[in-house]
């Protein structure tokens, strides 16, 4: 269980500032009886998407679709706008693992597809904050026209993934993951400038940094006796024993 720290590549929102769930369980086969090549299987409730507070300029650019496409020339109306897209995906990952016998450092590599399962896109814009609370009572909000089935977004994700475990003690692990799509998650977006003429059409693509704490409970650990000759420790203390799990 964990979290996503999430932007998207292609609606000129930048950075890793949109926080989200990442969790669930997995299902974990060894590959060989030293137990240094695993096979991975999850399935995940993960959270992703973009969110921005950023400076604009009374020409502010805009992109179809109401995706800003943002002048960082002008400090002046700075926090006047916020965007925000949340995805959130039905995951089932599939990974190879290999363990390193000294570190127990986990390192694998694999793909993974994704189901979306809801969708929310909004946009303020705190400069028509009087008129449009006087009108429809959303105090510079506006709930764009986004839903599961709108096109917008595509239902299926395809990604690659790196993943990293670092050992904490015995099945308790720390878990880092990048993730990217290999395909656009959704429909090209047109850009324009203050003049409305196109800039450039942009395909969205998920870009991802995960963080979890994970738990194996079917692995088997004895204390590691392995010792240089200064009499230090080569590895963790806890280690996984092979003799006592089934392969």
């Known amino acids: 269980m964990g979290m996503n720290l999430t932007q998207v590549d292609g609606d000129e929102v930048f950075g890793y500032t949109k926080a989200g769930f990442n969790g669930g369980p997995y299902v974990k086969v060894m590959l060989d009886k030293k137990q240094r090549f695993s096979l991975t299987m999850e399935l995940l409730y993960s959270q992703k998407g973009a969110a921005k507070r950023y400076p604009v300029s009374s020409e502010q650019k805009r992109a179809y679709g109401d995706t800003l496409l943002f002048d960082l020339g002008n400090e002046k109306e700075n926090m006047r706008y916020f965007y925000r897209l949340r995805t959130d995906y039905l995951e089932i990952p599939l990974l190879v693992h290999y363990d390193d016998p000294r570190s127990k450092i986990s390192v694998g590599i694999g793909l993974s597809w994704a189901r ?132």
């Open 116 to 247: 979306l399962v809801r969708v929310n896109e909004l946009q303020y814009d705190f400069r028509k904050l009087a008129l449009d609370t006087v009108i429809n009572n959303l105090k510079g909000s506006r709930q764009l026209n986004t839903t599961v089935n709108s096109g917008r977004y595509y239902k299926n994700d395809w990604s690659i993934i790196a993943d990293v475990k670092i050992p904490i003690y015995k099945g308790l692990k720390f878990n880092f993951r990048f993730q990217y799509s290999l395909v656009p998650f959704g429909q090209p977006r047109e850009f324009f400038n203050r003049f409305g003429k196109s800039v450039g059409t942009r395909k969205p693509y998920h870009n991802t940094l995960t963080f979890r704490i994970i738990y194996s409970f079917n692995e088997k650990y004895t204390e590691n006796h392995n010792f240089d000759r200064d009499g230090k420790r080569i590895g963790p203390r806890w280690i996984r024993d092979p003799e006592a799990m089934k392969w």
